[in-house]
Every structure is written in C-alpha cells, then in structure tokens.
T-cell receptor, first 112, second 114 residues
C-alpha cells in the first residue's frame, strides 16, 4: 500500500524554464511534508518542507504547494538549472513523528 | 562538524553471511533512523532508535534483521544469513530531536549479496 506516490518517474525540462514535480498521498493523518534531492551514490538532502496548516512555502527558487483537500503537493523550481538534475523524493510524516514515508522519486533532467 | 557517517560505503557478502552496517550520527544528535532503498524505489523506513532504546521497529523484517544504538559507539544494523533480496542501499539519518528540519542523511551503504 503506497501511501505516498510520485506518478512521474522522470521529467525533462529546458534550462531556465519551470520544473513542476508532483506528489499524491492517501493518509489523512500526514501533517508534515518534505522534499529531498538525491544525487547518485549520495544520501538524500533536505530541500524544503511544508506543514499542513499552510498551503505554500517558498525558499529561493523552490516553492512547495499543498492542496489538502486533494491530498496533493507539488514542488516548483524556477528557473531550473542543470545542477538541479537529480532524483527528487517527496516524504510525509504524521504527528507521531517516528518516520518519514517516501514516494518513489522523480528523476529530473534539466537540459542546457 | 562532520555529517552522518556510514561505513562501509560498499559491502559485498555471499548468501548466508552476516552484514554489519555502521552509522555514526552527527555530533549532538541522539536520534537515529535506518531506511532501505531497493533499486528504482523510494526509501522505506526500517527502525528508529535513541541511545540504548529501540523506539519504533515497525519497518524491520521479522527475522534476520536487528539494530542497536549503544551508549557508546555507532548505531549498527545487522543482517544475518543474507539473501539476494537484501541487496539494497541502506541509509541512516540522525536528528537532534523530532524536528524534521534537523534530519540529516548519511551517504548510505550499498549492500550486494552474491
């Protein structure tokens, strides 16, 4: 039972354009959401997060949007840069806070 | 300030052998989490430990897998009698508390069972 899903395994975007990565979840107990970026042979690194009491959080080129009624979140990267090419994971936590539940990841390729 | 240190980075074991994966959390971090990533999949939670205590092991397979975080030294994830299906990347994360913003991952140990 996949509680967090990233339905696009890959995304290709031109440098300078917007990248939009999507994530859906099923567990209504999730109240905190995070995006991680992962390069090959490295661990995930934290990008940005959002609490369920908000619908938007922005940090530089990265913005996360949360639609609780649709159980959907998205990560916008604008403008996209070649260095953004990596696998992006969304993750969710409930208020027990013992673990993160990850989606399967989306591989982003930003072409120069 | 060193990050989360995992060793070895790569580990090859024959079927039936034991695998020991080590994780040294960041300085000041007393919470350790282990995750497993199978090829082409996301990370799956295995176990959450604090010093000398297992807090949540709901993601651990019932047999052959164990974890500890002793008072002194690194956290150890132990897999006995490894099978080919145990081949995966194993990631450790640490945090100073339950604040997700402080949650930091190590670079992982890639286990290959031959």
């Amino acid at each position: 039972d996949q509680q967090v899903k990233q339905n696009s395994p890959s995304l290709s975007v031109q440098e300078g354009r917007i990248s939009i990565l999507n994530c859906d979840y099923t567990n209504s107990m999730f109240d905190y959401f995070l995006w991680y970026k992962k390069y090959p042979a490295e661990g995930p690194t934290f990008l940005i997060s959002i609490s369920s009491i908000k619908d938007k959080n922005e940090d530089g080129r990265f913005t996360v949007f949360l639609n609780k009624s649709a159980k959907h979140l998205s990560l916008h990267i604008v403008p996209s840069q070649p260095g953004d090419s990596a696998v992006y994971f969304c993750a969710a936590s409930d208020n027990a806070g013992n673990m993160l539940t990850f989606g399967g990841g989306t591989r982003l390729m930003v072409k120069p | 300030n060193a990050g989360v240190m995992q060793n070895p980075r790569h580990l090859v074991r024959r079927r039936g052998q034991e695998a020991r994966l080590r994780c040294s959390p960041m300085k000041g971090h007393s919470h350790v989490y282990w995750y497993r990533q199978l090829p082409e999949e996301g990370l799956k939670f295995m176990v959450y430990l604090q010093k000398e205590n297992i807090i949540d092991e709901s993601g651990m397979p019932k047999e052959r897998f164990s974890a500890e975080f002793p008072k002194e030294g690194p956290s150890i994830l132990r897999i006995q009698q490894v099978v080919r299906g145990d081949s995966a990347a194993y990631f450790c994360a640490s945090s100073p508390g339950t604040d997700w913003a402080g949650y930091t991952f190590g670079s992982g140990t890639r286990l290959t069972v031959v």
